[in-house]
């Protein structure tokens, strides 16, 4: 889980005095200062009093009713009773006499970031699973993988949370697959990703579709704004704290963008077929990954799509060459995902009956780990775990 940054804002009439909150606040750490014109809700409020206090009171009730700032500390020259009176009225949670006590200060500010943390734990309470899809090659399914594991996991009976990331900046085509009009994509929120928090996140994502929410990539270049590693990385981690599972349309990118999604995620499904290219480029990434410790090998799984029992390349010469077991097997089913596509719907409403439809559920099941590891029966469910 990401740790969440506590934004706070000063505002002090005397410039002495606000440099002093500056340097309490960043002794504190984990605190972030606002600055003017920032739009950004503020946890804290630190406020000095000036002449005019009952409108600046009246401000701070104002405020607070509305909810655009978290807590207040005031701090004032004047400790005329009245004024203390006020600021309890008026909900303020600490109340600094000046000259200032640091050490008291400090105090306060240790004890508002101990209540923030324990709320912030119990409003965000999940931390879900990041599937992240990746094709050893283009064209091998990667989409239609993504596409119907995510549909396929919010199925379940536990009615989990779900929504699909498409990483493919440019090419990607979900809501093609989806048939949509998206609103907005992932350059929205990186471009504000200081604004980020659930509500927003629930604006710019896509209504639910087939039981998903999708966060789509942006189809053209936005004046050439390109996120970082690192504001996509916080994006992921945020929709992990809000989601029971994020599956990543990764495409067969290696990008910055897209490793850092693969370094977060909890697992990487690297989606191949039955050819010798596929096969020889899979292996690479695989290697690649686990050889240089940067992932336990179990954290790889490799799915082989479009699998045919009678192909050239056999599910064990895949092993071989790989040195890896193959985790699944979806069965080649062209006339139906085709239709899928051109239909803009998953496989689940197109044929909820077929047997790639039962695939993905049985795939959503074992990595969900509902699934029991059958024994290898290669003749009777030549669409299921072949390879186990
Ligand atoms: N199990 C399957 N059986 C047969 N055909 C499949 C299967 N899965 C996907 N396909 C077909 O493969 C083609 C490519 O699918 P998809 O767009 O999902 O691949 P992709 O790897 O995401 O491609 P891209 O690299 O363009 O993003 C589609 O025509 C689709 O119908
Ligand atoms: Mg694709």
Request: some cysteine.
């Amino acid at each position: 889980m990401a740790i969440q940054m506590i934004k706070v804002s000063i505002e002090a009439k005397d410039p002495g005095v606000g440099e002093t909150f500056v340097k309490l606040v960043q002794l504190i750490g984990g605190m972030e200062i606002l600055y003017p014109g920032d739009v950004v809700r503020p946890d804290l409020l630190i406020f000095e009093l000036g002449d005019d206090v009952d409108e600046e009171f009246k401000a701070i009730r104002t405020l607070r009713e509305a909810g655009a700032v978290g807590d207040f500390f005031l701090t004032s020259g004047n400790t005329d009773p009245d004024i203390l009176m006020k600021a309890i009225k008026a909900g303020v949670t600490e109340f600094f006499s000046q000259p200032l006590v640091e050490e008291e200060v400090l105090e306060s500010l240790r004890k508002f970031k101990r209540k923030f943390s324990e709320k912030s734990r119990h409003e965000i309470q999940k931390a879900g699973k990041i599937f992240h899809v990746l094709g050893g090659k283009g064209g091998v399914g990667t989409t239609t993988v993504a596409v119907n594991l995510a549909v396929s996991l919010a199925e379940q009976e536990e009615n989990p949370s779900v929504v699909l990331v498409d990483l493919n900046m440019l090419y990607g085509e979900v809501p093609l697959f989806l048939s949509f009009e998206p609103l907005h994509d992932w350059s929205t929120i990186s471009k504000n990703i200081s604004r980020l928090d659930a509500t927003y996140m629930m604006d710019i994502l896509s209504a639910p579709y087939h039981g998903i929410r999708v966060l789509p990539a942006p189809n053209h270049l936005n004046g050439y704004y390109k996120p970082t590693a690192d504001i996509i990385g916080h994006l992921l981690e945020f929709m992990r704290g809000m989601f029971d599972y994020v599956v990543v349309d990764g495409g067969q990118s290696l990008t910055d963008i897209s490793l850092k999604g693969i370094e977060i995620c909890d697992d990487v499904l690297l989606v191949s077929v039955l050819s010798l290219p596929c096969l020889a480029n899979t292996n690479k990434i695989f290697k690649s990954f686990t050889d240089l410790g940067y992932f336990p090998r179990d954290r790889v799984k490799i799915i082989i799509n479009r699998y045919m029992k009678n192909s050239d390349i056999s599910i064990k010469d895949a092993e071989d060459s790989i040195d890896q077991k193959i985790f699944w097997t979806i069965p080649n089913d062209y006339h139906t995902t085709m239709a899928a596509i051109n239909q803009g719907k998953p496989l689940k409403a197109l044929e909820p009956k077929g047997i790639i439809t039962k695939n993905f559920k049985m795939l959503a099941d074992r990595l969900c780990q509902k699934e029991e590891l059958p024994v290898r029966k290669e003749k009777k469910r030549w669409w299921g775990l072949s390879a186990n």
